[in-house]
């Protein structure tokens, strides 16, 4: 069975920082391109970074450049997202995703809200 667990959210003040992991199991991990996408309250869903199956390459969103750093450990089939920096608009739930030849898979989602 596949699955994308993640883990790592909560409340956090504006200025904090979180980090996000998304376990994996029941796919070839390391053959995946892995993504973190989130939706806020009452908006559509915005991608936020990516990271290339050998974790050498990685993608942001401009709204998060310089605050985000994606990572991955094929090792333990994990993906994870160091959040730094945080602001209110970071408020969302935040999914991650696996994609490789046209196969996807995404995780459940969790919640991060910064707020005072």
């Known amino acids: 069975e596949v699955q994308l667990v993640e883990s790592g959210g909560g409340l956090v003040q504006p200025g904090g920082s979180l980090r996000l992991s998304c376990a994996a199991s029941?796919?070839?991990?390391?053959?995946?391109?892995m993504s973190w996408i989130r939706q806020a309250p009452g908006k559509g869903l915005e991608w936020v970074s990516a990271?290339?199956?050998?974790?050498?390459?990685?993608y942001y969103a401009d709204s998060v450049k310089g605050r985000f750093t994606i990572s991955r450990d094929n090792a333990k089939n994990t993906m994870y997202l160091q959040m730094n920096s945080l602001k209110p608009e970071d408020t969302a739930v935040y999914v991650c995703r696996a994609l490789w030849s046209g196969f996807q898979y995404w995780g459940q989602g969790i919640q991060v809200t910064v707020s005072s």
């Open positions: 990271i290339n199956p050998g974790g050498g390459v990685t």
């Open positions: 029941g796919f070839t991990f390391s053959n995946y391109a």
